[in-house]
């Protein structure tokens, strides 16, 4: 059964920092893109970050940039997503999603998705 679960997210205070888990059962994660998108509360789905399967490219929304880190863990079988310096505006819901493949912006062309897990950056 193809399954992607997440982990780590919580309640942080401005300026800290979470690392999220994606963790695939199923399906080896290394043939696959991993997205990261995020969901805020009245707004749609938007992508966060994404790593992409072979040579591992790396993408991040400018929102973002110089604050998060993806990163593949291939003999766990999981993608991470490091989160520092945190702002309210980081708020939302984080799904992991998997396309074969390269990354895409398109949260449509995404195969599977996590149940996702809740961040919250307040103070």
């Known amino acids: 059964q193809v399954q992607l679960v997440e982990s780590g997210g919580g309640l942080v205070q401005p300026g800290g920092s979470l690392r999220l888990s994606c963790a695939a059962s199923?399906?080896?994660?290394?043939?696959?893109?991993i997205g990261w998108f995020r969901q805020a509360p009245g707004k749609e789905r938007g992508g966060v970050s994404c790593?992409?399967?072979?040579?591992?490219?790396?993408y991040y929304d400018d929102s973002v940039k110089g604050r998060l880190t993806i990163s593949r863990d291939s003999s766990k079988n999981t993608v991470y997503l490091q989160m520092n310096s945190l702002k309210p505006e980081d708020t939302g819901v984080y799904y992991c999603?998997?396309?074969?493949?390269?990354?895409?912006?398109?949260?449509?062309?995404?195969?599977?998705w996590g149940q996702g897990t809740q961040v919250t950056v307040s103070s």
């Open positions: 790593i992409s399967s072979s040579e591992g490219s790396t």
């Open positions: 199923g399906f080896t994660l290394d043939y696959y893109a």
């Open positions: 999603a998997a396309l074969l493949g390269l990354c895409v912006p398109d949260r449509n062309e995404y195969d599977y």
